[in-house]
């Protein structure tokens, strides 16, 4: 009869200057080598991590400056820590944290560090399910644990290695330890405290998702064509900021939308009212600015680009500058205005613009002052037109509906889903399934990269608005 090769684990704990994963660095390290669930081996030891270790990590670990200055480098420990993790499976309490600091540090060194993991909340959630929390301190606390000197190296890996030590008990023909081991599973690469039904559950279409803090705090909302895609490849990036989102995720909940537009725009209403610490604020502009008309002292309709205080209404239109200029110079080219009377030159005499060379005279008394403000109604009428009323029409959440974006009198008011079968032709129709939106700057950037980004965008022109 064949021997079975043993089985190795080293349960390991270490304390840091807490800073993430990136420039974090080990104050203090702690292993215990196990063989077939037996300890054969231990190693511990402070570590000079060669920086400021800051207030509130001493005031959680005990550890200051003066404790670490005369202790080891890591790199005086490493032949140690890969002695003893050698031919072992890495287990540690949110092993991804433990693990990536370590192949950090090794990495400052050019070692390579690959171990297989085990994360000892993931193989508690789902060995021990329903407690209530699952950090070390709770955790043992809940099923009897001692756990002694918390917060340092020594005491939380010996509370690990008791804790580990009933995981193996718990798991029978050790089959949750085996899945958790195959290469294709995407528990090691899970937030500790997520379960993963909740990333199981998730669509593969579009719309947004909200991720929750442990009271249900949305901390950051994202949008996404494929949910469940763009949800994993945060787990997967190792940026501090992707990092620090995953420990403190413990839910994920999405709307579905169907289409990146709906998808866009219910990520900016979500992230101005709920402001989630881990998306970028949505900054408005200093100043915004829109096309103005006025009548000069000859008579004489002038256009200006003007500064104006945001406001979501059907009779400004809001660009940056540039953009209101660039939006100008087009209405003058194409109505052959004056570029003296539109602003865009400053000169008391004839017209002599760089670009614009359509004006018929009006500036030199060459043009009746009528035949020009004829013109310019003619500009400002195609101007205006662009606050028109109509339906966007885009993919639903499934193959039996439509989704609709409604824009009354160019101000964006919302959106909603309706059968595939309703006609889409006037606001009546569509009225009872709008969900009223709220028009922001951000929705009408949304929906203007929207309209030139696609060429032929399904518009649908309602002859009567709400």
């Known amino acids: 009869m064949t021997e079975l090769a043993p089985t190795y684990h080293c349960i390991i704990d270490v304390e840091t200057t807490g800073k993430g994963i990136n420039g974090n660095r080990i104050t203090e390290f702690c292993a215990v080598r196990l063989k077939d669930g037996e300890i054969i081996d231990k190693f511990t030891s402070l570590v000079n991590p060669e920086q ?104 939380d890996t010996d509370a690990t290695v008791i804790l580990f030590k009933r995981l193996l008990d718990l798991d029978e023909g050790k089959k949750v330890m085996n899945a958790f081991l195959n290469v294709r599973s995407k528990e090691a690469t899970l937030p500790p405290h997520l379960p993963s039904r909740i990333i199981q559950e998730l669509p593969e279409t579009a719309g947004i998702y909200l991720f929750k803090d442990r009271a249900g705090k949305i901390i950051y909302v994202g949008k996404a064509i494929n949910i469940k895609k763009r949800v994993l490849s945060h787990f997967y990036d190792k940026k501090n900021k992707e990092y620090l989102l995953g420990q403190e995720t413990y839910q994920i909940d999405y709307e579905v939308t169907g289409n990146e537009l709906c998808a866009l725009l219910l990520e900016s209403e979500y992230i101005e009212q709920y402001f989630p610490k881990f998306n970028r604020a949505q900054k408005m502009p200093v100043s915004t600015y829109a096309i103005v008309s006025y009548e000069n002292r000859k008579g004489i309709l002038q256009l200006a680009v003007a500064k104006s205080k945001y406001r979501a209404s059907a009779t400004d239109k809001v660009y940056t500058k540039a953009k209101a200029t660039e939006r100008l110079m087009e209405l003058c080219d194409t109505y052959h205005l004056c570029a003296r009377y539109c602003g865009l030159q400053a000169t008391f005499g004839q017209c002599s613009h760089y670009r614009l060379k359509g004006c018929k005279g009006v500036c030199n008394d060459e043009e009746a002052v009528a035949n020009y403000n004829e013109r310019v109604h003619q500009a400002l009428a195609a101007y205006y037109s662009e606050n028109e009323t109509y339906l966007i029409k885009e993919r639903g959440r499934t193959e039996d509906e439509t989704a609709f974006i409604y824009i009354d009198k160019g101000v964006y008011k919302g959106f909603g889903f309706v059968p595939e079968t309703e006609q889409l032709s006037h606001f009546d129709e569509v009225a009872s399934y709008l969900n009223l939106k709220k028009s922001t700057y951000h929705t009408d950037v949304i929906l203007r990269s929207y309209l030139r980004r696609h060429k032929n965008p399904s518009i649908i022109p309602l002859p009567i608005s709400a």
Request: glycine content about 6%.
């Open 52 to 155: 400021y270790i800051p207030p509130f990590i001493t005031n959680l670990t005990g550890i200051d400056d003066a404790m670490v200055e005369d202790a080891p480098l890591f790199e005086e420990i490493a032949q140690r820590v890969l002695e003893i993790t050698e031919g072992a499976i890495f287990v540690a309490h949110n092993v991804n944290f433990d693990f990536n600091v370590i192949k950090g540090e090794f990495k400052r060194l050019g070692v390579s560090f690959v171990r297989k993991k085990l994360c000892t909340v993931r193989l508690s959630r789902k060995l021990i399910p329903n407690l209530f929390s699952y950090s070390l301190g709770n955790l043992c606390a809940s099923i009897g644990i001692p756990l002694n000197n918390r917060h340092r190296a020594e005491g």
